[in-house]
């Protein structure tokens, strides 16, 4: 089971995309800690995610969003700096192959600032996506977007309980 | 070398979010055949891709885009259809492998519409991101982004000449 978590998100057009991206790579859940944009503009950008959107559960702390996980992934764009363990990371493809049956969140966030390093220190694992080493900051949906995709690989195309279809 | 062509696309936010993704992964070029939006607002969501975007060239034909290149890809997310030879794909894993030292162009599509099945013919292959059955059809730059990842892992991170030091 796969849940997608995004911490105080602030762009509705990223919220809409993602929720369209649950749909195309089949998330089961979409969670989002504080708001910090309006939902209902988001619903303009989620195309066939409208439901996936409509279905998400809006909670006001990281903790409630994730404690009934078997493993909690944070997501990062800065990684493995020299000297600071906080900073080691898996790439896609290493945590796609950990999902298998478990309760699995991916935790996204903020636009502006990311996660703070309290927030990342709740989580298992840290995912780092590689990049351009001068900019590897992705804009936050597209982060989402690669990051389903390689596990939607992993998990094959295995038809299965879908948020919309609940 | 790789070029990421856009045709006819109607949304600034993806233009600009395209820019963007050239610069995350490392893309020569940007070629753009007759926008149908506002280049100028694109830029307010490139972010650190401006520079990709300010240096784009823009053409009036697809023919213009692709013609000095060794290899042409488009993309759909149709893909496969029985008895339509023209709709026989790879994926984005196989395309990677072709890159190599190749003049390589990336065809996109237009949001509404995706491209013409003559646009596709002018192409070597067509590459689909596989996603859920159900709902396959991703966001355009959502799109150019997963792509452009697969190929930046087989290209690895060795440094080369993008679009903004030239
Ligand atoms: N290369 C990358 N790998 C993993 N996640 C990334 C990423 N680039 C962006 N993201 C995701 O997108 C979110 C917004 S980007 C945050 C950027 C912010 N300027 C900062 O200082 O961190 C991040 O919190 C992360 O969830
Ligand atoms: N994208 C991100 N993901 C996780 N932690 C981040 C982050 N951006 C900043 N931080 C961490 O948040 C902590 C304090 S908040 C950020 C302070 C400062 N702007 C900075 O970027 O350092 C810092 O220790 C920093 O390492
Ligand atoms: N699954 C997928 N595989 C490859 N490219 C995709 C894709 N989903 C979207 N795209 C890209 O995004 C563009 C816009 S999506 C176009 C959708 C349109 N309704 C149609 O009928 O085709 C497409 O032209 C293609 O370049």
């Given at each position: 089971?796969?849940?997608?978590?995004?911490?105080?998100?602030?762009g509705?057009?990223?919220?809409?995309?993602?929720?369209?991206?649950?749909r195309?790579?089949?998330?089961?859940?979409?969670?989002?800690?504080?708001?910090?944009?309006?939902?209902?503009?988001?619903?303009?950008?989620?195309?066939?995610?409208?439901d996936?959107?409509?279905?998400?559960?809006?909670?006001?702390?990281?903790?409630?969003?994730?404690?009934?996980?078997?493993?909690?992934?944070?997501?990062?764009?800065?990684?493995?700096s020299?000297?600071?363990?906080?900073?080691?990371?898996?790439?896609?493809?290493?945590?796609?192959?950990?999902?298998?049956?478990?309760?699995?969140?991916?935790?996204?966030?903020?636009?502006?600032?990311?996660?703070?390093?309290?927030?990342?220190?709740?989580?298992?694992?840290?995912?780092?996506?590689?990049?351009?080493?001068?900019?590897?900051?992705?804009?936050?949906?597209?982060?989402?977007?690669?990051?389903?995709?390689?596990?939607?690989?992993?998990?094959?195309?295995?038809?299965?309980?879908?948020?919309?279809?609940?």
């Amino acid at each position: 089971m796969l849940r997608v978590i995004l911490v105080e998100p602030e762009g509705e057009y990223n919220v809409g995309f993602i929720a369209r991206l649950c749909r195309n790579f089949e998330v089961e859940e979409l969670y989002i800690v504080n708001p910090r944009c309006d939902l209902n503009k988001a619903l303009e950008f989620s195309a066939k995610g409208q439901d996936v959107l409509k279905s998400a559960v809006v909670v006001s702390s990281l903790y409630e969003a994730m404690r009934d996980l078997d493993l909690k992934i944070s997501t990062s764009s800065i990684a493995d700096s020299k000297g600071d363990m906080l900073r080691k990371s898996m790439s896609p493809w290493e945590v796609s192959q950990l999902v298998g049956d478990r309760k699995v969140g991916l935790v996204f966030g903020r636009e502006s600032v990311g996660l703070t390093r309290d927030e990342i220190l709740m989580t298992d694992i840290m995912l780092h996506i590689p990049a351009n080493k001068e900019y590897p900051v992705l804009n936050l949906s597209h982060a989402v977007g690669i990051v389903l995709y390689e596990i939607w690989k992993t998990r094959g195309a295995t038809p299965r309980k879908s948020v919309v279809s609940r």
